[in-house]
């Protein structure tokens, strides 16, 4: 049962314009949520994260926005740059063990 | 530079053998844990510690071993490899309000067990 779920495996999306990754989950008890970015032959390298208490959270060009009441989060990359183009892995916890990760989007950022 | 630090990246291992991957950091981060990620799917994890002398089992333990002696230091050791284990392992590390600062991933060691 897989309780972080990315159902886009690949997203394609022009450079300048709006990349939107989403992110759903199942489990009610995850009190906070990341997003990492990934290139090949590198770990996972931290972007984000918003606490449940929050809707919203930014960061220069990333913002991730959580809806609660829908269980669904998203990343947004405002304007979208080639070196963008990685594998994005939405992330959750509920306590003192690890994070329950997804299967990643892979975004490619067309010139 | 400062990071979490593994190694091997690469190993072949027959069925059977035993082996340790190594993961140190150096930015005093008393959180440590173990993933690994197999074709098409997420990080899963193995195994992890919030301090030295304290380890718990993750959503995957079967089959591997930790200790924590030390705070820089955890590794993850391969009791008998099984092809299942065939995968690319990542260590992790963080402070422990993570939430914050989330984690702090190494480059990943690259796994074949034939």
């Known amino acids: 049962d897989q309780q972080v779920k990315q159902n886009s495996p690949s997203l394609s999306v022009q450079e300048g314009r709006i990349s939107i990754l989403n992110c759903d989950y199942t489990?009610?008890?995850?009190?906070?949520f990341l997003w990492y970015k990934k290139y090949p032959a590198e770990g996972p390298t931290f972007l984000i994260s918003?606490?449940?208490?929050?809707d919203k959270n930014e960061d220069g060009r990333f913002t991730v926005f959580l809806n609660k009441s829908a269980k669904h989060l998203s990343l947004h990359i405002v304007p979208s740059q080639p070196g963008d183009s990685a594998v994005y892995f939405c992330?959750?916890?509920?306590?003192?063990?690890?994070?329950?990760f997804g299967k990643g989007t892979h975004l490619i950022i067309q010139p | 530079n400062a990071g979490v630090t593994q190694t091997p990246k690469f190993q072949v291992l027959k069925t059977g053998q035993s082996m340790t991957l190594q993961c140190a950091q150096d930015m005093n981060h008393e959180y440590m844990s173990w993933y690994r990620q197999d074709p098409g799917m997420g990080l899963r994890l193995i195994h992890y510690?919030?301090?030295?002398?304290?380890?718990d089992q993750g959503e995957v333990p079967n089959g591997y071993n930790v200790s924590r002696s030390t705070t820089e230091d955890f590794p993850l050791r391969l009791l008998s490899a099984a092809p299942s284990q065939t995968s690319v392992y990542f260590c992790?590390?963080?402070?422990?309000?993570?939430?914050?600062?989330?984690?702090?991933f190494g480059s990943g060691t690259r796994l074949t067990v034939v």
């Open positions: 918003i606490s449940s208490i929050k």
């Open positions: 992790a590390s963080s402070y422990a309000d993570r939430r914050l600062s989330g984690y702090t």
């Open positions: 489990n009610s008890m995850f009190d906070y």
């Open positions: 992330a959750a916890s509920s306590g003192a063990d690890g994070l329950t």
């Open positions: 510690s919030v301090g030295a002398g304290i380890t």
